[in-house]
Structure formats: structure tokens, C-alpha cells
């Protein structure tokens, strides 16, 4: 099946908030020519590591601290703090702890809350997710879509991976409202427009 098939059964809006890269690892991906389209493999890979994504559950005071770092990062870290060797918001995370300012990032997180740079990263991907959840149609477009993949004539072991990756966007109610309370709230609302357009 053509990939461009493939990925129009993909919400596009959720998964894109989903998957924020950090600005910095995102620009030198992309300075190092890494912004291609996704392979077959690399799709499939994707899929996979979405589809076992657990969502990490949000409360406001750490949705907003997940937040805070990410704008951290944006702005005391130019592109060539970190080396992209693996495109993907994996890639990201991957390149931010093997960099030199890993011990910097990790003493960030703590500060936060968080235990390492992964659970931060879970958290604010989680928080991408709810956030999408709430703005671009929620668990409405999902089922759609897993409605027009039922009827697709695509193998079926296809249809379970994407079935599986598209369940994996739906967040908990819990961190649906967390979204919601957040998006209510002048000046962390500001804080989610300004992480949005650094994307």
C-alpha cells in the first residue's frame, strides 16, 4: 500500500502535537539533512513505538512543569547542543542524553519533579496528546477513522498495528480535563501557543 494511503488513516493535527521534537534536536536534524520522508521501515517503526506508548498520568502542576522545561531547553540550548542520530522524537531524546549537557537537562527535570529525562518526556507527550485530544476532535475523530480502517481492504496484521497505534492516541479522561483546565488558564495557555509555534 502507498505510504501516503497509509498515513491518511493518521490524524495528522493529534499526532503532530503529539510528537514534539525539542526545537534544538529538531534543527540540527534537519541543518544534517535528516528532514526526508519517513521509509516504510521507519513508519512501521513509528507505529510500533506508538502503539505501546502508556500515557503518564497528568495533574496541572506537572502538565505545566513539563512545559517549562521544554521552553528551558528551547532557550538556553543552541541546534548543536545535541546530535540527532535517529529521527523521531526517540531520536530527540535519545541525542539530549547522550549529549554534553545531559547532566544539565537531568539536574533540569529533577528540579521539576521529574525522575530522569524520559518520564519528562512521557509526560509532555502525554500532555501533546491530551492537548489534541481537546482541540482537534478528540476521541470523535479517532473512532472515524478506526471505522474507515475496518472497511479498508489493507491486510489485516496491517490493520491491527494501525488500530493498535490509533487507540494508543486516546488519552485518559484524567488528562483530558488536565488539557482542558490548562487551556482555561491566560497564562499557561500562552506557554502552550509558545511551545506550539517552536515546533
Known sequence: MPMNKLLSFLPAAIVGAALALPVAAQQ???????KQPPTATQAAQAMQKLAKFRHA??????????????????????????????????????????????????NLVKEKGFSDIDEWARAFTSLGMALAHVRQGG????????????????????KAKIRAMLEALIPPQENVKVAQELLKDPETKKMIETVEKGR
Open 139 to 158: 476521541e470523535k475523530d479517532i473512532r472515524t477513522k478506526l471505522g474507515k480502517l475496518d472497511e479498508s481492504p489493507m491486510p489485516e496484521p496491517m
Open 28 to 34: 540540527k536534524a534537519e541543518q544534517n539533512g535528516a
Open 57 to 106: 498520568p497528568l495533574t496541572p502542576e506537572k502538565a505545566k512543569a513539563a512545559l517549562e522545561i521544554f521552553l528551558t531547553l528551547k532557550k538556553e540550548y543552541p541546534p548543536e547542543s545535541f546530535e540527532m542520530k535517529t529521527p523521531g522524537p526517540m531520536g530527540a531524546v535519545e541525542a539530549m542524553k547522550a549529549s554534553q549537557k545531559a547532566q544539565a537537562i537531568l
